[in-house]
Nanobody, 115 residues
Framework: QVQLVESGGGLVQAGGSLRLSCAASGSTLSINDMGWYRQAPGKQRELVAV???????NYADSVKGRFTISRDNTKKTLYLQMNSLKPEDTAVYYC?????????WGQGTQVTVSS
């Protein structure tokens, strides 16, 4: 089992920055990709960014150039640096960890960007 706990969400004005963290615990050795997803009210959950064990990354077009995903395998922590935030970035952000057998999800952290 893997437990994921997100932190760092909050209320920020448009143009501002936030840094999300996701602390992993439990059976973390066989985690492959880790990622951030988000879900806005009335919308489906969507991929924001993903990073593999080697550090290769992939981003949604809507956040490229503004968000940066990173992971510290020693600290078992995933990060998402969000800059130049826009009101359309408002959503609950979820941390995801993938193993061969299944995915794990955190409880989510709210990010609200005011205009």
């Amino acid at each position: 089992q893997v437990q994921l706990v997100e932190s760092g969400g909050g209320l920020v004005q448009a143009g501002g920055s936030l840094r999300l963290s996701c602390a992993a615990s439990g059976s973390t050795l066989s985690i492959n990709d880790m990622g951030w997803y988000r879900q806005a009210p009335g919308k489906q959950r969507e991929l924001v960014a993903v990073i593999n064990r080697s550090g290769a990354t992939n981003y949604a077009d809507s956040v490229k150039g503004r968000f940066t995903i990173s992971r510290d395998n020693t600290k078992k922590t995933l990060y998402l640096q969000m800059n130049s935030l826009k009101p359309e970035d408002t959503a609950v952000y979820y941390c995801n960890a993938q193993k061969v057998t299944r995915d794990y999800w955190g409880q989510g952290t709210q990010v609200t960007v005011s205009s």
